[in-house]
T-cell receptor, first 115, second 110 residues
Framework: DTEVTQTPKHLVMGMTNKKSLKCEQHMGHRAMYWYKQKAKKPPELMFVYSYEKLSINESVPSRFSPECPNSSLLNLHLHALQPEDSALYLC??????????????FGEGSRLTVL | GENVEQHPSTLSVQEGDSAVIKCTYSDSASNYFPWYKQELGKRPQLIIDIRSNVGEKKDQRIAVTLNKTAKHFSLHITETQPEDSAVYFCAAGGGNKLVFGAGTILRVKS
């Protein structure tokens, strides 16, 4: 299985809602990532988990809360979001190669609309 | 932190011609330079990558060159085909952090 699976594919939420995005991979990758991508822009790194521990937080607002329950799962909890948070949220995973970066395998993304 | 600049932002070529996309990076500690292709509505997918101990890498019609001294790397696509039309992103980084360039929209006209 060489897939990264993200659910839901589409999500519409109000500014007072609480929702979660989910990501799963079964490639044995020990690094998992959340990226945010706006239309016609590159992916922007949000969080990195290495061996299920948060290793990078790119100064993301606390209304985004990541969680890595085990080596195959990655969640992104959303609360009190703003309309400008509407974007495609991409999950990715990779091997950890003695500290070096490896190929990122991206999921199809969750397209989030905040009303 | 790392900063990656990518040029051109759009590129139109005739089918069969070559396409070249260039990127520069700022952090001399970066050691990994992948290129991703993203078709409309799809996920980014790796097409080729290069590490800092290699100057050039080729895979069929695609090649990447790296000049560490000048801190720039380039993607070369030969014999372009309509299915090569997509957005191409370069990236640079090390450890688990990759910074992406702004992207190049490649249009191959048949």
């Amino acid at each position: 299985d060489t897939e990264v699976t993200q659910t839901p594919k589409h999500l519409v939420m109000g500014m007072t809602n609480k929702k979660s995005l989910k990501c799963e991979q079964h490639m044995g990758h020990r690094a998992m990532y959340w990226y945010k991508q706006k239309a016609k822009k590159p992916p922007e790194l949000m969080f990195v988990y290495s061996y299920e521990k948060l290793s990078i937080n790119e100064s993301v607002p606390s209304r985004f809360s990541p969680e890595c329950p085990n080596s195959s799962l990655l969640n992104l909890h959303l609360h009190a979001l703003q309309p400008e948070d509407s974007a495609l949220y991409l999950c990715a995973s990779s091997h950890l190669l003695a500290g070096a970066a490896g190929e990122l395998f991206f999921g199809e993304g969750s397209r989030l609309t905040v009303l | 932190g790392e900063n990656v600049e990518q040029h051109p932002s759009t590129l139109s070529v005739q089918e069969g011609d070559s396409a070249v996309i260039k990127c520069t990076y700022s952090d001399s500690a970066s050691n990994y330079f992948p290129w991703y292709k993203q078709e409309l509505g799809k996920r980014p997918q790796l097409i080729i990558d290069i590490r800092s101990n290699v100057g050039e890498k080729k895979d069929q019609r695609i090649a990447v060159t790296l000049n560490k001294t000048a801190k720039h790397f380039s993607l070369h696509i030969t014999e372009t085909q309509p299915e090569d039309s997509a957005v191409y992103f370069c990236a640079a980084g090390g450890g688990n952090k990759l910074v992406f360039g702004a992207g190049t929209i490649l249009r191959v006209k048949s």
